[in-house]
């Protein structure tokens, strides 16, 4: 009988470079959420790819970024915990020949740790291919990587040739979830992502940057197989209260019925929802309530 492989692989990266859709696509489902807007990953998502080879586990972290406030930190300690104990790492970067802070400073993180790793030049539909050479030689020169991988994670290209790079980073080993499985993530944390995905995608400038959602809610009515969810989307201001919930409701309705679909399709279930929203002033600058929201790495 043939010995399966299993380990894991982390995914970093500046913000907004395509890590959660790398993620979603090598997984094959949407577990962790996507935006246009930087910063849309804030916990460590834990995506899991079976194969009939056995099972690798990716670590979607957040974008690194210089910390301005409390959630910033918790997010830079997320990734610099993420690329410990790993087999491997996946440094995601857009096709141009920038090396910045936050590279330089996961590379150095990858050196330190001795780390196998592959440059991911990511969103290749976006350029010519003649300008990657300029990308590619930058980054050639800052780290001796394992492999170096243009690819799109929207289009699907490269990423067979990126899972064959992976996989010859894990150690042979029992699966570390049951093969049925593509996140470790409560369906209810999922859902809540979900909910603050659409704030993200429907409001403008900072307002959805300022907004936490705490699921108050999730449970299965016995009767008609309906799950019943509750949530409360909490924003920094009053003037943010208001204009999440819009002109006679209508921007509260439009988030929370995209919202409500999606839930419905990860769940493949009818889901109830209903939102409220909440002010707590400036939470992303104390440290108890980053904690209190959710944003701990326990």
Not at 53 to 68: F, S
Not at 83 to 98: N, Q, Y
Not at 172 to 187: I, K, R, S
Request: aromatic share 4%; with cysteine.
């Amino acid at each position: 009988m043939e010995k399966k492989l299993c380990g894991v692989v982390a995914v970093v990266g500046r913000p907004n470079v395509g890590k959660s859709t790398l993620t979603n696509a090598l997984v094959g489902e949407k577990i962790a959420i996507v935006s246009p807007k930087p910063q849309t990953t804030r916990n460590r998502v834990t995506g899991v790819v079976n194969r009939p080879w056995g099972q690798m586990v990716l670590l979607d972290t957040p974008g690194l970024h210089r910390a301005r406030s409390k959630l910033d930190e918790y997010m830079s300690q997320v990734v610099r915990h993420s690329v410990a104990d790993v087999d491997g790492a996946l440094l995601v970067v857009e096709p141009m020949a920038k090396l910045g802070e936050a590279e330089e400073e996961l590379i150095r993180r990858i050196k330190e740790l001795n780390l196998p790793a592959a440059l991911v030049i990511n969103k290749i539909d976006t350029v010519k291919k003649e300008d990657l050479l300029a990308v590619m030689a930058l980054y050639g020169q800052a780290h001796p990587w394992a492999a170096v991988l243009p690819i799109s994670a929207r289009t699907g290209e490269g990423l067979e040739e990126l899972e064959t790079v992976a996989k010859g980073w894990l150690p042979q080993g029992p699966a570390l979830f049951p093969e049925d499985m593509t996140t470790d993530q409560p369906e209810r944390q999922v859902c809540a992502e979900i909910l603050r995905e659409k704030l993200l995608l429907c409001l403008d400038k900072e307002v959805p940057h300022g907004t936490a959602v705490e699921m108050t809610r999730f449970v299965q009515r016995d009767r008609d197989d309906v799950i019943e969810a509750g949530a409360t989307i909490f924003c920094e201001r009053e003037s943010h209260k208001g204009i999440i919930i819009g002109k006679g409701g209508a921007m509260l309705k439009r988030v929370s019925t995209l919202a409500r679909q999606d839930m419905e399709r990860f769940m493949g279930e009818k889901v109830f929802l209903e939102t409220w929203v909440k002010v707590k002033e400036n939470w992303r600058a104390s440290d108890i309530q980053v904690r209190n929201l959710g944003y701990r790495e326990d």
